[in-house]
């Protein structure tokens, strides 16, 4: 069956643009988290949905972030004002709920330039 | 202190060995506890997870678990060559599903 998906896989853009970034969860997943991950470094909570609550937006580096999710499925998060120290790979996984086990899609790489 | 802290390795073990990876975390309320794998340049798969105290078995692998000390750690038999990568100890903490992860530890299994 069709796993998470994100979009785009690499994203080369210019220091102070903005960018979006998008997710895909598995159908029927009703938790969505976004990760942050620079090289060689651990996973960065970002932000956490489930279902109709409200996010859990602790992980938010700043205010130049923020994300949405859509209809309780596809979820964007966007970037205002890109950093150099933005560039990094940005996952994101779903969850059924009910269990644990978080599905990661393959990431998005954002180099700021 | 970090939230969950992991040695960063590398850790090298000759192939058919016993690796044994680490990680301790700070909220002692926290109830549930991961382990994922990450091949280079991939994203990460869940290998284990365990909620209570004590030994959790699959196959080659075995979580164990300790609340009192605040450690868990992950036991991998017989290494291969394949388990090769890097371990990410995952911690839910209390109240919440925000889960933290380690910086992970690289192993090296040498043929």
């Known amino acids: 069956g069709a796993g998470v998906s994100q979009s785009p896989s690499n994203k080369v853009t210019e220091k102070g643009k903005d960018v979006e970034l998008r997710c895909d969860p598995i159908s029927g997943h009703t938790a969505l988290y976004w990760y942050r991950q620079s090289l060689g470094q651990g996973l960065e909570f970002l932000i956490y949905f489930q279902g109709n609550s409200a996010p859990d937006k602790s992980g938010l580096p700043s205010d130049r972030f923020s994300a949405e999710r859509t209809g309780g499925s596809v979820s964007t998060l966007t970037i205002q004002r890109t950093q150099q120290e933005d560039s990094a790979v940005y996952l994101c996984?779903?969850?059924?709920?009910?269990?644990?086990?978080?599905?990661f899609g393959p990431g998005t790489r954002l180099l700021v330039l | 202190q970090k939230e969950v802290e992991q040695n960063s390795g590398p850790l090298s073990v000759p192939e058919g060995a016993i690796a044994s990876l680490n990680c301790t975390y700070s909220d002692r309320g926290s109830q549930s506890f991961f382990w994922y794998r990450q091949y280079s340049g991939k994203s990460p798969e869940l290998i284990m997870s365990?909620?209570?105290?004590g030994d959790k078995e699959d196959g080659r692998f075995t979580a164990q678990l300790n609340k009192a000390s605040q450690y868990v750690s992950l036991l991998i038999r017989d290494s291969q060559p394949s388990d090769s990568a890097t371990y990410l100890c995952a911690v839910r903490t209390s109240g919440g599903f925000k889960t933290i992860f380690g910086a992970g530890t690289r192993l090296f299994v040498k043929a």
């Open positions: 996984a779903s969850s059924p709920g009910t269990e644990e086990t978080q599905y």
């Open positions: 365990i909620y209570s105290n």
